[in-house]
T-cell receptor, first 112, second 116 residues
């Protein structure tokens, strides 16, 4: 059973546009929601993360929006650049354990 | 410093070989992980060590044998692998803080394993 559902599977955005990736979860015990960026042949890199006590977190061009009641969170990449082309994974974990549950990934392509 | 290192970067082995993957972190993290990742798929959890003790084994075949010699090192011993075991093997570590992010997890660059 997929604990975290991610969409879309792939996304093509023009340079300068906004990329939006969505994730949803069911387990209300989750209290930490990171996003990872992965380039081909590399390990995932922690991009930005949020806890459920805030509804939004912004770091540079990257923003997480969090809707606790809907159990959804999303990553917004503003002013998308070709260098942002990568696979993005959302994840979730609960403070009671060490396990992280990953979404299925979104392949983002930013075209010049 | 948020670095997790892994060696080797690439490994090619036959089905009868024995090899080991190594992972190291010096961030004081007490949870360490092995993941397997196939192309275009999310990381798939294999093992979790918490305070040097194996806490999660996701029904991984016995041809994969993890070892945590100390709080900074994690090994994955490989024996009699199959071609379908070819994948990117990722090590990660995480920390739990009373303040700030909980369970912040950092990945290493991975070892690209090819089984012939």
């Amino acid at each position: 059973q997929q604990q975290v559902k991610q969409s879309p599977q792939s996304l093509i955005v023009q340079k300068g546009g906004i990329s939006i990736i969505n994730c949803a979860y069911e387990n209300t015990a989750f209290d930490y929601f990171p996003w990872y960026q992965q380039f081909p042949g590399k390990g995932p890199a922690l991009l930005i993360a949020i806890r459920p006590d805030v509804s939004e977190k912004k770091e540079g061009r990257f923003t997480i929006s969090f809707n606790k009641s809907a159990k959804q969170f999303s990553l917004h990449i503003m002013d998308s650049q070709p260098g942002d082309s990568a696979t993005y994974f959302c994840a979730a974990s609960a403070n009671t354990g060490n396990q992280f549950y990953f979404g299925t990934g979104t392949s983002l392509t930013v075209i010049p | 410093d948020t670095e997790v290192t892994q060696t080797p970067k690439h490994l090619v082995m036959g089905m009868t070989n024995k090899k080991s993957l190594k992972c190291e972190q010096h961030m004081g993290h007490r949870a360490m992980y092995w993941y397997k990742q196939k192309a275009k798929k999310p990381p798939e959890l294999m093992f979790v060590y918490s305070y040097e003790k194996l806490s999660i084994n996701e029904s991984v075949p016995s041809r994969f044998s993890p070892e945590c010699p100390n709080s900074s090192l994690l090994n994955l011993h490989l024996h009699a692998l199959q071609p379908e075991d070819s994948a990117l093997y990722l090590c990660a570590s995480s920390r739990r803080l009373l303040r700030g992010p909980y369970n912040e997890q950092f990945f290493g660059p991975g070892t690209r394993l090819t089984v012939l």
